[in-house]
């Protein structure tokens, strides 16, 4: 595992390999690269914290990369715990093209925890942590946010923490003990996060799903753009 610098990937020595294949990846996705002639001189998304929780492939290099010349400072983690491609996250972290927290064979804790690496920012601005944009697959970064920032008010109001022994679910035990462990360390954190945060784009049915039944609750944080129903998705 390989983790200097701002990084965690499963081997940085896959760099090479990963910027041949991101290459020619750019050639099949002509959008992006028009996009970032088009744009990148006026660099739109300039100081723009942008986290994202997508599956860390070729393809989503090519991404990161496109975010990164519009001015964007980007976090990443992998949506799912066998989804990286190994050489992708080790391009994307040599080159800085982004913090990429991510490989093949995940544990369920480190999940969480790359979940957590990529959504915290260097307390450099004194404007607290987090993104400005979060860019969602699955909706585990808008969970993770919600379910600490409830926490930090119930332990506000009496002091509890959340208990990881609550449920069965083994994945939820692993965001309850990470939320747990930042209420010891920053009881405002999530609160911060949450109140920096601009907007999200979801792109999974189930993680539309519960966008929707936090806004019918209005418990929704912040805003939210539904990609899963974009004519792109299903056109592009």
């Keep these: 595992?390989?983790?200097?610098?701002?990084?965690?990937?499963?081997?940085?020595?896959?760099?090479?390999?990963?910027?041949?294949?991101?290459?020619?990846?750019?050639?099949?996705m002509p959008g992006l690269m028009q996009s970032i002639e088009e744009f990148g001189p006026s660099q739109p998304l300039k100081n723009a914290r942008i986290v994202g929780s997508l599956h860390m492939t070729i393809q989503t290099a090519v991404l990161i990369e496109t975010l990164k010349a519009l001015g964007g400072d980007i976090r990443w983690c992998s949506c799912n715990i066998f989804s990286t491609q190994d050489h992708a996250a080790a391009?994307?972290?040599?080159?800085?093209?982004?913090?990429?927290?991510?490989?093949?064979?995940?544990?369920?804790?480190?999940?969480?925890?790359?979940?957590?690496?990529a959504v915290t920012w260097p307390e450099d601005d004194g404007k607290g942590d987090g993104?400005?944009?979060?860019?969602?697959?699955?909706?585990?970064?808008?969970?993770?946010?919600?379910?600490?920032?409830?926490?930090?008010?119930?332990?506000?109001?009496?002091g509890t923490?959340?208990?990881?022994?609550?449920?069965?679910?083994?994945?939820?035990?692993?965001v309850l003990g990470l939320i747990?462990?930042?209420?010891?360390?920053?009881?405002?954190?999530?609160?911060?996060?949450?109140?920096?945060?601009?907007?999200?784009?979801?792109?999974?049915?189930?993680?539309?799903?519960r966008l929707y039944q936090m806004e019918k609750a209005n418990a929704l944080l912040f805003p939210a753009i539904n990609v899963n129903d974009s004519v792109t998705k299903s056109k592009f």
């Excluded at 860019?135 to 332990?155: M, N, P, R, S």
Aim: proline share 3%.
């Design 161 to 174: 923490l959340p208990d990881p022994a609550s449920t069965d679910n083994a994945e939820f035990k692993c």
């Design 180 to 209: 747990r462990r930042t209420l010891q360390t920053d009881p405002t954190k999530w609160t911060k996060i949450a109140k920096r945060c601009k907007g999200v784009s979801e792109e999974t049915t189930t993680g539309v799903h």
């Design 91 to 117: 391009a994307i972290a040599r080159d800085g093209s982004a913090a990429v927290f991510a490989w093949k064979g995940e544990t369920l804790e480190e999940y969480w925890e790359c979940t957590l690496n």
């Design 1 to 28: 595992m390989a983790s200097m610098g701002d990084y965690r990937v499963a081997d940085i020595s896959l760099a090479d390999f990963g910027r041949k294949e991101i290459e020619i990846a750019q050639i099949e």
């Design 131 to 158: 993104p400005d944009i979060i860019v969602d697959d699955g909706g585990d970064v808008t969970l993770l946010i919600h379910e600490g920032y409830k926490a930090e008010q119930k332990f506000a109001l009496d």
